[in-house]
């Protein structure tokens, strides 16, 4: 996704700007927007939401089966107390028992040349981001339905103009 900013002035600013984002200033101002790009992005994994709000679709029931374990059923093969609260207590994109995860704790941004990257570098993260499908990846239990985790908020946005104003002392 391509944010662009349209820097307009109402006075004789445009000097100072340009000396602001001179030397290591824009790589700064890009460091900030990283920073708070990765905490929300990650902040979507406790709260198993998109960009724009809405809900991940909730774990399959194959999922859930899969994670439960022999100390997780009686012996008359029933689930028991442990197994239920774990179960119930599983989040979309996040591992068993755990708060985060592995593909949550992997994301981080990169600095570009004038651009910043926000992302993953797990192999499956595309796949969770975008779903897929058993029949076009064989090696699936089951579909796996969109996730995105990705992308800028509106509320995103209004915090990175906040960002760089601060930055360029606006």
Known sequence: ???QFELTTTNNTLPSIIDTLGG???QALLK???EHLTNTTQDRFRTSTDPNGNRWQANSSVTLWRGLGDAHFNKNGT???KGRNRFNSKKPLVGFGQTGGTLRDSIHYQLGNGEVFVGSNLIYAPMMHFGGTKSQFPH???DIPA??????SVADEA???EIVKDHLNL
Request: charged share 15%; no cysteine.
């Open 1 to 3: 996704m391509l944010l």
């Open 24 to 26: 290591g200033g824009q």
């Open 147 to 152: 996730r995105p985790f990705l992308g800028v």
């Open 140 to 142: 699936l239990w089951g």
């Open 79 to 81: 689930v028991n107390k």
């Open 159 to 161: 915090e990175i103009k």
């Open 32 to 34: 900030g927007i990283g």
